[in-house]
């Protein structure tokens, strides 16, 4: 079974996804006191944001 999937799936694929989740996470973490106190947290259609939260809850998303 593994033979076909590796025939069709690199697991490149999963250590370049894992790598970008990494560096997302830590430069989150470094640039974390540069954000502002209210972040929008969701956009409608036009690109607006039309959801305001505290910059602590960025975290949980």
Avoid at 6 to 34: C, G, M, Q, W
Avoid at 38 to 58: C, I, M, Q, T
Wanted: charged fraction near 20%; glycine fraction near 4%.
């Amino acid at each position: 079974m593994w033979d076909k999937i590796n025939k069709y799936y690199n697991p490149l694929i999963d250590i370049l996804a894992f790598l970008v989740l990494i560096l997302t996470v830590i430069y989150s973490v470094f640039h974390y006191r540069e954000l502002p106190n209210e972040v929008p947290h969701h956009f409608n259609l036009a690109g607006e944001p039309d959801a305001w939260g505290k910059r602590e809850s960025s975290l949980v998303y």
